[in-house]
């Protein structure tokens, strides 16, 4: 399956997964007044096309200093940015993920332009060459009037998030959340396997998305709750469970993005044919 496929997959996977807490679902809208799965699926399509060029720009920098890709890639990553907020008519739905998606393939594709076959270990190393120094220039030495979430947090917490998993190449992903995963599908089926694993990042990842509307405290509401319900004893329970969680995260008027993109990005790397 063509790499732009298995990236539109993944997205559509996570947005139609039900239920999930506070996020948009076939159920409803989560915590999100301005989006539904129907703006999920416009911006999915829109951000399709781009994921071919990341991973061909990545491809075509056999012998370009991995800097001057990453800006490469950046501005590739602006162009969708820009098609997704047209298309959404200014929401953002996945601004988050068309950053790692940008970086990831670009990675891939310079990778499959180097090696017949490709392992995690060398994905990782070259995610991290793309993205190194990222936090220092993008959070610690960038001067902001508008900050994303990711930026409040590092400003408040030191904690760099999304930028910090970039810059040392996704451990949250290729050390936690894949193993994790692919753990699960030799348990049950797919759709449990993928509830299960968003519940294990929640509990385990730094979500901005979180820290924007509840901040600290609920950032470690999320996480304990989450490490809660991995407890469950019979899985048939499972459903009913994350039915009272998105209640409670409604109520509370969060939602967990960031964990979201990172479930998409975990699914997409189990299907890569290395």
């Known amino acids: 399956m063509k790499i732009e496929d298995l990236a539109y997959n993944s997205?559509?996977?996570?947005?139609?997964?039900?239920?999930?807490?506070?996020?948009?679902?076939?159920?409803?809208?989560?915590s999100h007044r301005d989006m539904n799965i129907e703006t999920f699926y416009n911006?999915?399509?829109?951000?399709?096309?781009?994921?071919r060029m990341f991973y061909e720009c990545g491809k075509g920098a056999l012998h370009v200093e991995p800097k001057i890709l990453f800006q490469k890639l950046?501005?590739?990553?602006?162009?969708?940015?820009?098609?997704?907020?047209?298309?959404?008519?200014?929401?953002n739905t996945h601004k988050g993920i068309i950053f790692s998606f940008a970086v990831i393939c670009g990675a891939i594709g310079i990778l499959r332009a180097k090696?017949?076959?490709?392992?995690?270990?060398?994905?990782?190393?070259?995610i991290q060459e793309i993205c190194k120094d990222l936090v220092k220039n993008d959070l610690l030495e960038s001067v902001k009037q508008e900050m994303s979430s990711g930026e409040k947090l590092y400003k408040e917490?030191?904690?760099?998030?999304?930028?910090?998993?970039?810059?040392?190449g996704y451990p949250i992903i290729f050390e936690q959340s894949l193993p994790f995963y692919?753990?699960?599908?030799?348990?049950y089926n797919e759709e449990i396997a993928l509830k299960l694993t968003l519940l294990f990042i929640m509990s385990r990842a730094t979500d901005s998305n979180i820290f924007a509307r509840g901040g600290l405290k609920s950032m470690?509401?999320?996480?304990?709750?989450?490490?809660?319900?991995?407890?469950?004893?019979?899985?048939?329970?499972?459903d009913k469970e994350l039915l009272k969680f998105d209640e409670e995260m409604i109520s509370r008027n969060l939602t967990a993005g960031g964990s979201a993109d990172l479930l998409c990005l975990t699914w997409f790397l189990s299907k890569i044919d290395f």
């Open 11 to 30: 997205l559509i996977k996570e947005v139609e997964l039900t239920p999930k807490p506070g996020l948009v679902d076939r159920n409803n809208n989560g």
């Open 43 to 51: 911006s999915s399509k829109a951000i399709k096309p781009f994921i």
């Open 182 to 187: 692919l753990k699960q599908k030799e348990l």
């Open 115 to 126: 090696y017949k076959n490709i392992l995690f270990e060398q994905l990782q190393s070259e």
């Open 220 to 238: 470690e509401f999320v996480k304990a709750r989450s490490k809660k319900l991995l407890e469950i004893r019979d899985i048939k329970n499972l």
């Open 74 to 91: 950046r501005q590739i990553g602006k162009k969708c940015e820009k098609e997704m907020f047209l298309t959404t008519k200014g929401v």
């Open 157 to 168: 917490t030191k904690q760099a998030g999304i930028r910090d998993e970039a810059e040392n």
